[in-house]
């Protein structure tokens, strides 16, 4: 059974988007999506019920008013999907869209719609179509135990070597931590990057490290140009905590290990031509802030340079989350003219931030990039020292999942 169904992300609609609702007693007539057809009858002045024919399981996801989205699986009779939502109130405007299961797998989001119970309804709205909707091309849900699934993930080891200055850098940004591929792991239906805080140092290149977490990436396994790119995350509140959800492009000179045992001497080096390679911050944050932060880094020449001060450029935004220790969905819609970000699409569907990639400098955004995923303790951007006792200190990843244009 899909885990946690009210929290799983969904796959785009291949065609149009629903009529809206007759009313009271009417059926709401619908345009094919794939193979299935699906829709709501309007069973009286409360009650209505939702349907999806032709699907081996369907989900449904429903909004009345302003209250919480309810994410539901409908009862299946052969390929036949209905669920009955009573108590409904006259007047009342519900939002939804369900998510159908496709017999070769995966399944498909259709298009979010509404109606309001006793009313008319209004033009139905443009059938977007099948081209150039978005189509899930990637995921892991993160479902087992143990080790990060190998076909997805590499690690970045260590405290992030300086190959320049031959020193450790906290990965250019003064960070605490010494990453290891095992503080990174999967339980109760999540990635668990976990921070630990060791009263006893342990010695690896002739220095003494107490912290220690995980950086995983799909550098080197999964890359791709353009796309939505989302994660649904919940994060530490605690100060020097630092979780990152973020991408750099390919070009990236950075090493990295597939060895989930790695020898304690094993490290990896940092990036020599940031920030040429391009850097996406999907979502960052710091300490206890109900802020989160979303950030673009590239270099001010065309081309993959060494790194050079002075030739780096960004342009951050920030949200008011809230309460980041509850799961957020953490999203951006990268397109060739744009990037636009999101911090809970389902219910929020305005971007949080928009920059343009259009600038012949940034050219850094067209080319492909892979994922990384970390928790880094202390440096530059959080700026506090660790407190021992608040560890260990976890960053749990629900899913990660990438769509791309049809």
């Known amino acids: 059974m899909m885990k946690r169904l009210r929290d799983r992300g969904f796959k785009p609609a291949l065609l149009a988007m629903l009529l809206v609702a007759l009313a009271v007693g009417g059926l709401m007539p619908v345009r094919d999506a794939a193979a299935a057809s699906f829709g709501v009858n309007v069973l009286s002045s409360s009650s209505a019920q939702f349907f999806v024919n032709d699907a081996p399981w369907a989900d449904l996801h429903y909004q009345i008013n302003s209250d919480v989205q309810q994410n539901v699986r409908m009862a299946v009779s052969g390929t036949s999907n209905t669920f009955t939502v009573n108590a409904i109130p006259t007047g009342a405007l519900v939002h939804y869209f369900f998510t159908i299961g496709n017999a070769s797998g995966g399944a498909t989001d259709t298009p979010s719609t509404q109606f309001t119970m006793g009313a008319a309804p209004p033009p139905p709205p443009a059938d977007a179509g099948a081209s150039g909707a978005w189509a899930v091309v990637w995921e892991d849900t993160f479902d087992g135990s143990g080790q990060p699934n190998a076909a997805n993930w590499n690690y970045h080891v260590g405290n992030g070597l300086n190959p320049g200055a031959n020193a450790f850098d906290g990965w250019g940004n003064g960070e605490w931590e010494w990453y290891r591929p095992e503080n990174a792991f999967l339980q109760g239906g999540n990635l668990v990057i976990r921070a630990d805080f060791n009263s006893t140092a342990t010695n690896i290149a002739g220095r003494d490290w107490f912290q220690r977490s995980a950086r995983i990436t799909t550098q080197g396994k999964r890359s791709w140009t353009f796309g939505r790119i989302e994660a649904r995350i919940q994060l530490p509140t605690a100060v020097s905590t630092w979780p990152a959800f973020w991408m750099m492009g390919t070009s990236s000179d950075n090493t990295f290990t597939s060895n989930y045992t790695a020898p304690i001497s094993y ?81 929020n569907p305005t971007p949080v931030h928009v920059i343009s990639i259009t600038a012949a400098n940034q050219e850094e955004f067209h080319k492909p990039f892979y994922l990384i995923m970390n928790l880094a303790i202390a440096g530059q951007f959080p700026g506090t020292t660790p407190n021992p006792a608040d560890f260990p200190l976890f960053m749990l990843v629900d899913y990660v999942r990438v769509w791309q244009r049809q």
């Open 267 to 347: 490290f990896d080096k940092m990036a020599s031509n940031w920030s040429s390679c391009g850097e996406v911050d999907i979502m960052e944050h710091r300490n206890a802030e109900t802020l989160t932060f979303q950030n673009l880094f590239w270099d001010s020449r065309t081309g993959v340079f060494p790194w050079a001060n002075g030739a780096n450029l960004d342009n951050p935004g920030t949200f008011a989350t809230g309460n980041v220790a509850q799961f957020h969905l953490y999203t951006i819609e990268w397109e060739a003219t744009e990037i636009r970000w999101y911090v809970d699409r389902d219910t």
